[in-house]
């Protein structure tokens, strides 16, 4: 089902939760909303699932207004980020709810309804519990049994919030790998919350990046990775190295020394250098001084546990990150107080705020 | 090695010697100030053998007592029962305007005395009141009668549902509800099958509360009453005219019953506690 969102407003009291948002969400689609905490993305999906109401704007459903359609009739399966599980029912009852309190027209049989619950079930891989109540489960289990609770009642929209919130890191990336192939199973349309970009950009087909009840951009994983709309989005997919320097006739420089730049330069005048440490290019120091259009710097730290090296930098008294192979660490063979030559592959200029 | 004096103290706590002593202390403020009271009212009330003190029970005055104190009970119960429920959830559920006034009208009986609140239905409702000579013409009599007593009871034991709920109710929030009705549930639905569930045992504690006190009060039943025999008495009120009167073992008969009363209740919601504490437990997380 696709889903048209269109200059929806909320406020809170004094505090604006969306300030005027339109969005469209294709059918079949498994989209992220990505932000920092009260950038209104919680909000998005509550008034997508019709438990808050818009002040301005509409939401609809395959072209149709949802505006007087209540939050028990739009057939959303919600995903509550603590659950929400029925505390006095087994799991059982849990997952057979929404089709026991469904209309006596619509409401399947007893013996449908058991068979119907045990599928899903089987499909959370959690027919051995059944009879358990919640608190007797683990986190991982809870989140099933709410995944499998909310897709009991044939949803055309699955809509999560925070879903991985309260997960321990290994369950987290285990639920969301099953997470994606479900998803795809199912062929249903899927919206999720999360404020890790980690998250947003390894299991979603697009990914919505929200700032104080803004979109600031929307696009594929590799989209907003590689071309950040703004520097907060830049900022918030990941780990960056934020190097003051000025722009002077049209060419971007640091320490005088010209940056290449992706992109627009921007204004004249003191700007901000945005680099991804794994844009950062190291090497080493030749004896007889630091060739033309090249930074030196000196290693204050290098963490190698892991695939991937981290060197810790001070470029002329400012900290740099950079992020290399560990074959490239070795080669390179550097360690803490040793000098090395600094270049960058790809960077992006922002005006530096007032 | 030689054993440690110390290993036997757990490492955080007093001394066995102040344990001992604060135990022993709050044993004893309990015997001094409610188990012997309690002895002393069974006592006084077989202290001329069982045949006087069915004698006070059986009494028709005294019989009319218990009628009416069960009767006001069975009325005032289900009537705060359901407004308590009503009240806490629209407190804790919802955002409305005046919502701090509602919370501390509810709190307004345990804060009056109840004397006053006795008053309060004779000023309204006494002859002389606002609304008496009306209500005289059209033949109903409130004070002095038994709408006055239920009134009256009504009114004291308000607080005690709603009060036992709203912290409930608040802490468990509104994410259960908000499921139930996106799964498809009516708001009746969502009521019966989950709100009730999750707060049926601070709704339990809240009625046996409400109960006791709607058999106990003196108060305001007092003023409203009239203290007629075998009409608008109720047992506490009984006690205190057959003491009054100096007939001590009937009236300790009559309060044994109460205080009979009392006791059951407690027991009921301990045997409840011990027979359901892991779905207590559970309700709690």
């Known amino acids: 089902m696709a889903i048209e969102i269109r200059n929806v407003e ?6 604006t939760a969306l300030g005027g948002v339109s969005l469209d969400v294709r059918s079949g689609e498994l989209l992220a909303l990505l932000g920092p905490s009260g950038s209104g993305k919680t909000t998005l999906l509550r008034i997508i699932a019709g438990l808050d109401h818009a002040d301005a704007g509409e939401v609809s459903f395959d072209g149709q207004d949802t505006r007087d359609r209540a939050a028990r009739d739009r057939q959303v399966g919600f995903v509550f980020q603590h659950y929400a599980l029925f505390r006095h029912m087994t799991v059982f009852d849990n997952v057979a709810f929404g089709l026991r309190v469904k209309r006596k027209a619509e409401r399947p049989a007893e013996m449908d309804i058991r068979r119907r619950v045990d599928q899903l079930l089987t499909m959370v891989q959690l027919s051995h519990l059944a009879t358990r109540y919640p608190s007797q489960l683990s986190g991982g289990q809870r989140q099933r049994v709410a995944l499998a609770r909310a897709l009991a009642i044939e949803p055309k929209v699955l809509l999560l919030d925070e879903p991985f919130g309260a997960l321990d890191a290994k369950v987290r990336k285990d639920l969301r790998k099953w997470l994606r192939h479900l998803h795809d199973d199912m062929n249903i349309t899927s919206i999720f919350v999360t404020h890790d970009q980690e998250e947003a950009l390894e299991l979603a087909d697009r990914v919505v990046v929200m700032n104080h009840g803004q979109i600031i951009q929307v696009g594929t994983p590799t989209e907003v990775y590689d071309t950040p709309a703004d520097s907060f989005v830049f900022d918030f997919l990941g780990g960056v190295n934020r190097l003051n320097g000025v722009v002077d ?20 005048g003191p700007a901000l250098i945005y680099v991804r440490p794994h844009q950062v290019e190291l090497g080493v120091a030749p004896a007889d001084g630091v060739p033309e259009g090249k930074w ?18 001070d470029l002329a008294g400012r900290a740099l990150e950079a992020q290399l192979s560990r074959d490239r660490l070795s080669d390179l063979a550097l360690e803490v107080g040793s000098w090395c030559t600094v270049d960058f592959r790809h960077a992006r200029v922002f005006p530096a705020k007032a | 090695m030689p054993a440690d004096p110390h290993s036997r103290r757990p490492a955080v706590g007093e001394g066995p010697l102040t344990r001992v002593a604060l135990i022993g202390l709050a044993i004893l403020f309990l015997a001094a100030f409610l188990a012997l009271p309690l002895a002393a009212v069974f006592s006084q009330a077989l202290a001329k053998g069982v045949g006087a003190f069915m004698k006070g029970l059986t ?3 005294a019989l009319q007592a218990v009628k009416l104190t069960l009767t006001v009970a069975l009325i005032a119960v289900p009537l705060n029962l359901v407004f308590g429920v009503a009240a806490s959830w629209a407190i804790a559920k919802f955002q409305f305007q005046g919502k701090s006034l509602l919370l501390a009208l509810i709190d307004l009986p345990f804060s009056v005395s109840p004397v006053i609140s006795g008053l309060v239905y004779v000023l309204l409702f006494g ?22 007593v239920v009134l009256a009871t009504v009114f004291v034991t308000f607080p005690f549902v709603a009060r036992e709920l709203i912290p409930l109710m608040q802490e468990q929030g509104v994410e259960d509800e908000e499921a139930a009705i996106v799964l498809g ?7 019966r099958l989950v709100t009730l569930p999750n707060i049926r045992w601070g709704l339990l504690y809240g009625v046996l509360l409400c109960n006791a006190r709607a058999m106990g009060e003196f108060g305001a039943v007092s003023v409203v009453s ?16 057959l003491y009054n009167e100096y007939n001590f073992v009937a009236a300790f008969a009559v309060a ?11 027991a009921a919601k301990a045997a409840l506690e011990w027979r359901f504490a892991d779905q207590i437990a559970a309700a709690k997380r």
Do not use: C, Y
């Open chain 2, 185 to 191: 549930a009516s708001g009746w639905q969502t009521f």
């Open chain 1, 249 to 268: 006739r049209g060419v971007a420089r640091l320490d005088g020394h010209p940056v290449r730049v992706d992109g627009e330069v921007g204004a004249e």
């Open chain 2, 59 to 61: 009494d028709p005055d």
């Open chain 2, 226 to 241: 009239g203290h007629i025999r075998g009409k608008t008495n109720t047992m506490p009120l009984h006690v205190e005219i």
């Open chain 2, 127 to 148: 002859l002389h009141g606002s609304l008496g000579p009306w209500l005289r013409d059209q033949g109903v009599q409130i004070i002095f009668a038994v709408p006055g």
């Open chain 2, 256 to 266: 044994s019953l109460l205080a009979l009363l009392a006791l059951v209740t407690l």
């Open chain 1, 10 to 15: 909320k406020t809170f009291g004094a505090f």
């Open chain 1, 296 to 313: 030196s710097a000196r290693v204050s730290m290098v963490h190698a546990a892991g695939p991937v090296a981290r060197v810790e930098l």
